[in-house]
């Protein structure tokens, strides 16, 4: 049996295995990037706030996350956080919980310096504009500079899902249902080693040029529109 039969065969023999793991992977990278989305936009206004010790905090918080691994933080959420107060040990949260939370905290680190360049591409005019007509602070950002703002990083969020996407393969270290653990199902189950490798990375490579095909097509509708 040559190389690339032996793989076609695992790949079909077990495709509904590794789509479930496709399905896991994508379910977590859309809820990673949503509320890293959320939770990034208030981090990004705290940065920009005048008031200091607001932007300091933002701007320690950025740091340290971009500034560690990812591996780290998934281990020190998974292993530290649960056991830092009787109080949080209490409510048993299952493991999903803790890992898609550090998840969702290292994506907002990331988006929230995207939403912060996308609100300072923001015309100044137009909120001076918005003030002089009489409108708060905290509508001229909602109705007027984040709508414009959310336009200029749509295609930055969607590399941000994409590169998510790659990332959760680091969940697998936690036996989430994602498609690196079926890797762990097939080696432990069946003594595949390295067959699903081949077929993780096919699906991976699929998924994110798609995706990127999307990214690209959303880059050009909206210069067309503007």
């Keep these: 049996m040559n190389f690339f039969q032996e793989i076609f065969e695992v790949g079909w023999r077990f495709r509904a295995l590794f789509l479930e793991g ?11 990037v949503f509320f890293g989305c959320l939770l990034g936009i208030f981090i990004a206004l705290m940065k920009m706030s005048k008031f200091k010790p607001l932007s300091w905090i933002a701007t320690a918080y950025i740091s340290v996350i ?23 040990k209490a409510l048993d949260l ?41 409108m708060s602070k905290r509508n001229t950002m ?23 996407i790659k990332e959760t393969s680091l969940a ?8 690196m653990r079926t890797r762990i199902v097939l080696q432990s189950t069946y003594f595949l080693t390295w067959q699903p490798l081949f077929v ?9 040029t798609i995706l990127s095909k999307g990214v690209s097509l959303l880059e050009k509708r909206l210069s067309v529109s503007d």
Aim: net charge neutral.
């Design 22 to 32: 496709a399905l896991g992977t994508l379910q977590l990278a859309f809820i990673t």
């Design 66 to 88: 971009r500034g560690t691994p990812m591996l780290v933080q998934l281990f020190i959420f998974y292993l530290f956080v649960p056991q830092m107060s009787p109080a949080i």
């Design 94 to 134: 299952p493991e999903y919980f803790y890992v898609t939370l550090c998840l969702i905290i290292n994506s907002s680190a990331y988006v929230s310096e995207i939403i912060r360049s996308g609100i300072q591409a923001v015309d100044k005019g137009q909120t001076e504009a918005a003030r002089s007509l009489g």
């Design 142 to 164: 909602i109705r007027i500079v984040l709508p414009q703002a959310i336009k200029n990083i749509l295609p930055a969020l969607g590399n941000e899902f994409i590169m998510m």
């Design 172 to 179: 697998s270290t936690f036996y989430l249902n994602e498609l």
């Design 200 to 208: 993780i990375a096919f699906i991976y490579f699929v998924m994110t």
